[in-house]
């Protein structure tokens, strides 16, 4: 069975900082894409980092560049994303993938239930 779970979430203060992770089972972790997208209420699903299963190449959107680093660990078939910086914008649920591809084309083959995030102003 396929699992990608989230963890992380939670209340912070604008300006603070958390860590995300997304543990995974059930399908080969090494030979996929790990992403992160997120939705707020009443908006559409933002893709914002990924992390590339064949060189561990790091990607962004220009809104979480510089505040958010994503990182995998493959021994541990776990993904993390470390936000630091929050802004009250950034409150959403959050959501990691797996694609094969899902740096070049966010097609997802497997997704967790989300962890939600809310900042505080």
């Known amino acids: 069975e396929v699992q990608l779970v989230e963890s992380g979430g939670g209340l912070v203060q604008a300006g603070g900082s958390l860590r995300l992770s997304c543990t995974t089972s059930?399908?080969?972790?090494?030979?996929?894409?790990i992403g992160w997208f997120r939705q707020a209420p009443g908006k559409e699903r933002e893709g914002i980092s990924c992390?590339?299963?064949?060189?561990?190449?790091?990607y962004y959107v220009d809104s979480v560049k510089g505040r958010f680093t994503i990182s995998r660990d493959n021994a541990k078939n776990t993904v993390y994303l470390q936000m630091n910086s929050l802004k009250p914008e950034d409150t959403a649920v959050y959501h990691c993938?797996?694609?094969?591809?899902?740096?070049?084309?966010?097609?997802?083959?497997?997704w967790g239930e989300g962890t939600l995030v809310t900042v505080s102003s």
């Open positions: 992390i590339s299963r064949r060189n561990g190449g790091t």
């Open positions: 059930g399908f080969t972790f090494d030979d996929y894409d």
């Open positions: 993938a797996a694609g094969p591809h899902w740096c070049t084309d966010e097609a997802t083959n497997y």
